[in-house]
């Protein structure tokens, strides 16, 4: 998201999964995907955790494919009651996206056991909209905002 | 008494030719330092298993073919993990690199000199572009994101600007849901920060300077005036930066490269950086000293 302490770029990715029924869904992409291979696996950890993932057109394609062809599951659920409180501990107003407010819950690739795991419900996409941005400090307002790097959709055929 | 124990101790270690001594760091420094870390747990064994042999026998310090297996084994670690490993685990094995072609060479010690002054000289040459091009260091906002988002800054923002603990572990709170999302519609405005940003832009542009005042000492081939202080400057970068980020793995290997580059008569200034090698492994601690600062 930001330089590293030795001045390296780095970006954070978004990730908007859509079912064939129009629900949408916010994906993690910062953690691990155990669903994949090996080879794939270092391929996406290293694109997405580190800085060397280029956002190019075709990097951003072959990244959308692996998301698109293998379920998501549910990962984690976000708690946004204590926004109030944590805003005026903090002296900080955070404004988030509606998408955000509206879902607190994140999704991830499933893995190998949740794609046995019948308890799991499985989701499969019918769209990726993949985002590159950067974190940028407005100085003039002391805000940090989203600083759109490249954007990539991809829609099943 | 102990100043005198002390000067007896600093007399046997500068007693020891100064190519052997910086091998011996390095080697102990390998020693410590787990480079393979939980990846190649084989490949940890091998460095591990040659650099007890070097500590144990000059000869085998002096081994050119061990020295030459011990970056091999660097090899095989930085091609597998090319893109995603720490950066300064290139520096580390190019001065193993250094080493083996400084071993068996007829002027060990002159190789290693010129090597070490390199490496520094360039490390710090590219650490400056990056940070001037990436802009962030520049406006202040990498440090001023860093003073609230990295909690091993947490006690300088605490105490320089005045913030409490509740108070940076709210901003750590909002600025990972800020994270979850990266969109055009989300903001993070800070209402009361001037102190914070007056601190992060007097530690951006230290920074900056500290580092190309360093990599322009380092390799402008001068020991006269300004130049002749290039040992001040690097001892001052690696104590004001590694209590502070603590990445031994770096300061070490700075310190050991800084070590060689130091003529054999400069003996106050060869004790100094042996001292700082050794004080600092204990910037691992630093992190636990912070926590309890942050809570007084």
């Keep these: ?157 | 008494m102990l100043a005198v124990k002390l000067k007896q101790i600093k007399d046997s270690i500068l007693q020891c030719a100064p190519h052997v001594l910086v091998l011996k760091l390095t080697v102990i420094f390998l020693l410590l330092y787990d480079y393979a870390e939980n990846d190649f747990r084989a490949l940890s064994f091998v460095i591990t298993f040659i650099t007890v042999l070097m500590l144990l026998s000059d000869k085998m310090l002096l081994n050119r073919l061990l020295w030459w297996v011990v970056f091999a084994v660097m090899a095989v670690v930085l091609i597998r993990f090319m893109t995603s490993i720490d950066n300064h685990k290139y520096v580390i094995a190019y001065w193993t690199l250094a080493c083996a072609l400084s071993v068996g060479a007829s002027k060990t010690e002159e190789v290693l000199k010129f090597n070490g002054r390199c490496l520094i000289g360039l490390a710090f040459l590219f650490a400056f572009v990056w940070k001037i091009l990436a802009g962030e260091y520049i406006d202040g906002s990498f440090f001023t994101g860093t003073f609230i988002s990295d909690d091993r800054f947490w006690v300088f923002s605490k105490s320089l600007m005045g913030m409490t603990a509740d108070a940076l572990q709210a901003s750590d709170d909002l600025f990972r849901y800020f994270e979850i999302y990266p969109n055009p519609v989300s903001e993070l405005i800070f209402l009361s920060a001037s102190g914070l940003r007056v601190t992060a832009l007097a530690v951006s542009y230290w920074t900056i300077l500290i580092e190309g005042i360093i990599a322009l000492t380092f390799l402008v081939p001068s020991k006269h005036g300004f130049f002749a202080n290039r040992d001040f400057f690097l001892i001052l970068f690696l104590i004001t930066t590694y209590f502070i980020a603590p990445v031994s793995g770096f300061a070490l290997i700075l310190c050991i490269m800084g070590l060689a580059n130091v003529e054999r008569s400069r003996r106050n200034t060869r004790a100094i950086y042996i001292a700082a090698f050794f004080l600092l492994q204990l910037c691992e601690f630093a992190p636990d000293v912070k926590d309890y600062l942050l809570q007084i």
């Design chain 1, 1 to 157: 998201m930001f330089s590293g302490l030795d001045g390296s770029a780095k970006r954070s990715l978004s990730c908007i999964g859509t079912d064939a029924a129009g629900n949408q869904y916010l994906i993690s992409i910062e953690n691990s995907f155990p669903g994949l291979d090996d080879r794939e696996y270092d391929l996406l950890n290293t694109r997405v955790d580190k800085s060397y993932f280029l956002p190019t057109k075709n990097n951003l394609k072959a990244l959308a494919e692996l998301i698109l062809h293998a379920p998501i599951v549910a990962q984690e659920r976000y708690d946004l009651r204590d926004i109030a409180w944590l805003e005026k501990t903090a002296g900080v107003d955070l404004k988030l996206a509606p998408e955000i407010k509206k879902s607190t819950v994140i999704y991830r690739l499933a893995s190998e056991e949740d794609v046995h795991d019948e308890a799991i419900s499985k989701i499969s996409l019918s769209n990726v909209e993949l985002g590159m941005w950067r974190l940028k400090f407005y100085p003039e307002d002391n805000a940090f905002r989203w600083k759109a790097v490249s954007s990539f959709d991809l829609k099943t055929v």
